[in-house]
């Protein structure tokens, strides 16, 4: 319910912002310049998922026929520090919080489903390079990339499983390489860029144990579509 009035939310300011940008004069033409260093805080949901990587004894596996990944959208909290290179090019670092949820769902024969959740907190620290379009009025485009680190404050590894219901647990460090689109809306007292961006994790985050729920994988890699709304 919360995600849904954040993209409720969100959809309104988007487009209150192109009809308010399109209807005044342009506010702050040398914002870009004027300043080398510019703060800022960033909200938005997330949806994190998983690249699974199968075993070759996956199908003859305790009878385990596919395994499925659940996309449930989790909340994230951030600060932005942006450092103006050139009037269309930022250095962009954003330190955030990664509320984020998945939901392993495994089906056995005879229509035994089960799920398996595993939730995570993640301490994010994305460095991006920004590349801004020609400025119209108050308006313009841009795409981002770079690479993050993130690590897992919830992380179960190594913990102790229970024998009879045991947990998917994924290592704490993560490190992804980024990209993503954007546009800002300038208005008299703060700029406004709704955004997004998908990060594709690079390591194994799978904290191997002997159960079917873990031993049916060779490597489980994370991937995020990121949706937020920064004001600087």
């Not at 506010?27 to 510019?38: A, M, N, R, T, V």
């Not at 994010?124 to 379009?133: F, Q």
Request: glycine residues 6%; neutral net charge.
């Amino acid at each position: 319910m919360l995600t849904k009035r954040i993209s409720f939310t969100a959809i309104l300011c988007i487009w209150g912002a192109v009809t308010y940008v399109h209807a005044q004069t342009q506010h702050h033409p040398f914002y870009d310049i004027e300043k080398k260093l510019h703060f800022g805080f960033s909200l938005g949901t997330n949806f994190s998922d998983l690249k699974l990587s199968y075993k070759d004894n996956y199908y003859p596996n305790d009878t385990l026929m596919t395994v499925d990944v659940g996309l449930i959208p989790g909340i994230t909290l951030g600060a932005i520090c942006n450092f103006h290179l050139t009037e269309r090019l930022d250095l962009r670092i954003i330190p955030s919080l990664l509320l984020t949820q998945r939901n392993l769902i495994y089906t056995f024969g005879q229509n035994d489903i089960r799920n398996k959740t595993t939730e995570s907190v993640y301490a994010n620290l994305p460095v991006l390079i920004k590349y801004k379009s020609v400025r119209h009025n108050n308006f313009r485009l841009y795409t981002i990339a770079g690479g993050e680190y993130s690590y897992d404050i919830a992380s179960k590894a190594g913990a102790s499983k229970d024998y009879f219901d045991p947990d998917v647990a994924f290592k704490p460090h993560n490190f992804s390489y980024t990209w993503g689109v954007g546009c800002d809306f300038y208005f008299p007292y703060f700029k406004f860029s709704p955004e997004i961006r998908v990060a594709n994790g690079l390591n194994n985050l799978l904290d191997p144990h002997e159960t079917v729920y873990s031993d049916s994988f060779s490597k489980i890699r994370n991937r995020m579509i990121v949706l937020s709304m920064h004001f600087e």
